[in-house]
């Protein structure tokens, strides 16, 4: 890139990061001591505040740079990406977003704890919740990796790893200084940005094929080197049985993994009223739909517009189809219109990623600290002695979370950031939503079932990573020159997943103890009707 280039991204970046900054120090000001307010903003955000939050939260870097750039490379196949991650938000719709507002407070494990033991079930929720946090993270550090490696030209290795670094200490600065009320904040500026971004890159796209969707999907079917078949389902999955189930197996965990995201989940407390946690949903619904659309159109328009083997020549996984597509669309290299809308578009892809890791290391020092050191600590001292500790504890965490998704990141950059959240989500889907399901909805269920169903499917679904093509065994894997690749799927959920449900299920069936029946009745009218909600 030229140094315009560089120079007009970096006073964009330098500029977000002095207002989200601003955002956390006005912030920090208020009292933060108190664990609602950290952890849950005080509850007072309203549904719309809410629900563009949530979407800044959801639209990450997979979304606008992993989605677009697997589309560009496979076409239909990576389509499926999009789907996949909107369609999720029906299941926590009806199922989930006004039971968990109504039955916690401020992590998965409250809704858990209710009718439980709490301490395994503390212990087990919050481990699988930093899990989850922790591969979530690693794919928008992977992301930030790739923009800055374009950015400035590639300029190798050593950039990348600072930019992942410095990504990881802001990200620490916003969630220890800010809590919630400044994260959600910088997720509402984010969101507004990316749509906007989103719009006028769709925009251009579209006018620049006068407005024939038709002719755009032919010509990035011609440009991208595997004619028809780009427009047809298999180019990516569909070359043999095991490509087939790892298609399966990534749907599964697309569809299923949203509703046991930690930092999606924590969202819900923010708000005053199970009704607002609703009305919160519908918003982000209507945002997030539309920008999946758009990112449809940004992934065939960089294919139509760039050519396939541009966008693989510049990041083998298809990371930075966005922001080149826009260079090409204000004009090219070494216009002033390319240089601008290039430099725009890596700042909102930036900021993107900063909002988004600083929910996703709120939610997980939450869970370290409400859930993990709660349950471990010695008894004692006042509500407001012990609720200040739990504050200061989830500050240290946030900077112990960032460092390890900070070294696994420098791991995994070649890999693409939609594809890493794919595996997050797995895990969740794995080891949090059964577990949810079964303490919402089945009388029965005991607390050796909660202990079972979350290790259950967390230590499968991470030892079947760890043995997949993922890690080792193929020249895209995180260590190409080993192999103990023993498990062919590049996604584990359709192993995992009905593992968690089953083993949730044997662990209520071979219980010793009874299921409490008057605690599930009393978080059943909770659940249902709010009495007595947080």
């Known amino acids: 890139m030229t140094g315009d280039h560089q120079n ?22 208020r009292r933060q001591g108190s664990a609602e307010e950290f952890y849950a903003g005080g509850r007072l955000f309203s549904p719309m505040e ?15 740079l992993g989605i677009s ?18 369609v999720a938000w029906l299941v926590v719709l009806f199922l989930v977003a006004e039971l968990v507002r109504n039955c916690g407070r401020f992590t998965l494990a409250d809704v858990v704890a209710a009718r439980m033991k709490e301490r395994p079930v503390r212990i087990a929720a919050g481990a699988a919740s930093v899990t989850v946090s922790v591969l979530y993270l690693v794919a928008q550090m992977v992301g930030a990796g790739s923009l800055v490696a374009l950015l400035l030209g590639g300029a190798g290795a050593q950039a990348r790893t600072w930019m992942v670094i410095g990504v990881g200490a802001l990200m620490v600065v916003y969630v220890a200084f800010g809590g919630m009320r400044a994260t959600t904040w910088i997720q509402i500026v984010k969101a507004v940005l990316l749509l906007g971004g989103a719009v006028a890159l769709t925009v251009l796209v579209v006018v620049r094929f006068h407005g024939d969707i038709n002719t755009l999907l032919n010509t990035a079917a011609e440009r991208s080197g595997h004619g028809r078949d780009f427009l047809a389902p298999g180019l990516k999955y569909g070359g043999s049985w095991v490509s087939r189930l790892d298609f399966i197996s990534l749907g599964i965990a697309l569809v ?72 090409d669309l204000g004009g090219g290299a070494g216009s002033t219109g390319g240089t ?3 430099a725009v578009v890596a700042a909102v892809a930036f900021a993107t990623i900063l909002a988004v890791v600083a929910g996703i290391t709120l939610a997980s020092s939450a869970s370290v600290a409400h859930d993990l050191y709660a349950s471990l600590r010695r008894p004692g001292g006042t509500a407001q002695q012990r609720q200040r500790g739990e504050v200061a504890v989830a500050r240290v965490a946030a900077v112990g979370v960032g460092a390890v998704a900070i070294g696994l990141a420098l791991l995994a950059q070649d890999l693409n950031v939609a594809f890493l959240v794919g595996l997050a989500f797995a895990v969740a889907a794995s080891a949090n939503l ?5 303490a919402l909805f089945w009388r029965g269920f005991t607390t050796r079932g909660a202990v079972w169903s979350v290790y259950g499917g967390l230590i499968p679904a991470m030892a079947l990573v760890v043995l997949s093509p993922v890690v080792s065994g193929s020249p895209e894997s995180i260590f190409p020159g080993l192999d103990f690749a023993f498990f062919p799927l590049q996604n584990p959920g359709v192993v995992s997943i009905p593992l968690g449900f089953l083993m ?16 599930h009745a009393e978080t059943e009218v909770r659940a249902l009707t709010g009495a007595g909600a947080a």
Request: no cysteine.
């Open 8 to 29: 007009l991204a970096l006073v964009l970046f330098s500029a977000f990061i002095a207002v989200t900054l601003a955002i956390t120090t006005w912030v920090s000001r």
């Open 434 to 438: 059964p577990v949810l399901l079964y």
């Open 69 to 86: 750039g697997l589309i560009a490379l496979f076409g239909y196949d990576g389509l499926l990406y999009s789907v996949g991650f909107l």
């Open 340 to 342: 601008v809308l290039f």
């Open 256 to 327: 299923l993994g949203t509703a046991g995201l930690p930092h999606i989940l924590s969202r819900f407390y923010t708000v005053p009223t199970a009704r607002a946690a609703r009305r919160s949903v519908v918003w982000a619904i209507g945002l997030i739909g539309g920008f999946y659309l758009m990112t449809i159109v940004l992934g065939f328009g960089a294919a139509a517009v760039l050519g396939s083997d541009a966008v693989r020549a510049s990041n083998t996984a298809g990371n930075t189809a966005v922001p080149l597509l826009a260079m």
């Open 50 to 64: 809410n629900g563009f939050a949530i979407a800044g939260d959801y639209m990450s870097a997979a979304s606008f």
């Open 504 to 519: 949730g299920w044997l662990g209520t069936v071979f219980s010793p103890e009874a299921a409490d029946e008057a605690r």
